[in-house]
């Protein structure tokens, strides 16, 4: 069983990966959104422990996304 369920949100696809790898690597799991917008839709539907985003998203700013 997972240690917890992470979201890892970031407009670079490369950061989203390497984020995701380290928390699996750890046991968590981890699921990821490209975009604050992606983010809200995966919250809307489940829970996560935690949120990691990037502060600088396209469109939403990840400040706005955690308000």
Known sequence: M???C???VDDEERQR???RDIL???D???ATAPSGEAALNLLAGRRFD???TDL???GMTGVQLLT
Do not use: D, K
Request: aromatic share 10%.
């Open 17 to 19: 990966a390497i984020y």
């Open 2 to 4: 997972p240690a917890g």
């Open 24 to 26: 699996e690597g750890e």
């Open 56 to 58: 600088n998203l396209t």
């Open 28 to 30: 968590y799991e981890a």
């Open 50 to 52: 935690l949120v990691i």
């Open 6 to 8: 992470i979201l890892i």
